[in-house]
């Protein structure tokens, strides 16, 4: 099993991912700039957080029309997983592999604090390990996190189980007042139609190790293992 | 042929521009009332092309592909 990270000029939450995946959870992983294109097959790929290009332009528009994004479609549709966290989500979005787009917070400032997450279905690679309904803890920092689609592409979601997560508070209640950037619906996951791939602006790879103060995202990246396990 | 191509991408009516609010509010502070504010990114770009309607048709696809994300954006073309 091996998992590929992909560094954009600009990433900054690159090194983290891979410590988690390697030191944590100690599975294989490579780090990948993303010039060198996929060379290898990779299980999962995942577009960390960061900068890249400075969100010139619209935050993941520039990464999402590089090269290396052509060998990633071609992963996913060979039912490969790809997991986008933060710019990386970013990134899925401007590419078209998840519907939508992340754009400004409603109130324009960059936001960093720890969230809850509801987890709105344990039905996907990334979130089996949880129960539907679970109530989950991970910080956030982003001031391009709002998920807006059209209102048919909303209905679809809901549908057919395609949101992963949404932010509630502790109590799992999804509320306005625990909305932080004012996302449609609260939504801060979207898989996408197959459900190998998976975009969402909170951060897992900061909330996988008990001195972190959470290990809540640890599950994502197992649930994940286990699904490579499973089909293997 | 050379041609001056402006592209003004804009927000789609309706959709939240919280940084024409944040500039809006500035204004307002400054004593200047204003009854809405919205805002747009301009390029100016020169290119070759045989024609008028083939330079438009770059500049389409410049929106389409690149410039702006039809999630939320419209945008106007002009060529001269």
Redesign the interface.
Same mark, same amino acid.
């Given at each position: 099993m091996r998992f590929g990270v992909v560094q954009f000029g600009g990433s900054n939450c690159d090194r983290d991912v891979v410590h988690v995946l390697s030191e944590v959870c100690g599975v294989d992983t490579d780090l990948i700039w993303y010039k060198e294109r996929l060379k290898k097959h990779y299980d999962a790929v995942i577009l960390p957080g960061g900068f890249s290009y400075g969100d010139y332009l619209r935050a993941g528009a520039i990464a999402a029309r590089t090269p290396i994004m052509d060998d990633i479609l071609k992963h996913s549709a060979n039912g490969g997983l790809v997991l986008g966290i933060c710019n990386g989500a970013q990134i899925l979005a401007e590419s078209g592999l998840v519907p939508g787009v992340f754009t400004m917070n409603a109130y324009p400032k960059f936001i960093c604090k720890w969230v809850h997450l509801r987890v709105v279905t344990a039905a996907s690679p990334f979130t089996a390990g949880y129960r539907t309904g679970d109530v989950i803890r991970l910080p956030i920092a982003h001031a391009e996190g709002r998920y807006v689609a059209p209102a048919e592409t909303i209905a679809s979601l809901n549908k057919e189980g395609r949101i992963a997560f949404r932010f509630c508070d502790e109590k799992g209640r999804v509320t306005e007042a625990s909305n932080p950037n004012g996302a449609t619906e609260n939504i801060t996951g979207v898989l996408s139609e197959q459900g190998n791939v998976l975009a969402m602006m909170p951060h897992p790879e900061r909330a996988s190790e008990d001195v972190l103060g959470s290990c809540d995202g640890k599950t994502i990246f197992d649930s994940m293992i286990h699904h490579i396990e499973r089909k293997a | 042929m050379k041609f001056d191509i402006t592209l003004t991408i804009s927000l789609k009516e309706g959709? @939240?521009n919280?940084?024409a609010?944040?500039i809006q509010n500035a204004i307002t502070n400054l004593g200047y009332a204003t009854e809405s504010l919205r805002t747009a990114r301009l390029y100016r770009i020169r290119l070759d092309a045989p024609d008028k309607k083939a330079a438009r048709e770059m500049a389409v696809k410049m929106c389409e592909? @690149?410039?702006a994300?039809p999630?939320?954006h419209r945008y106007e073309i002009e060529v001269s």
């Open positions: - | 959709m @939240l919280p940084e609010d944040a592909r @690149l410039l994300n999630v939320i």
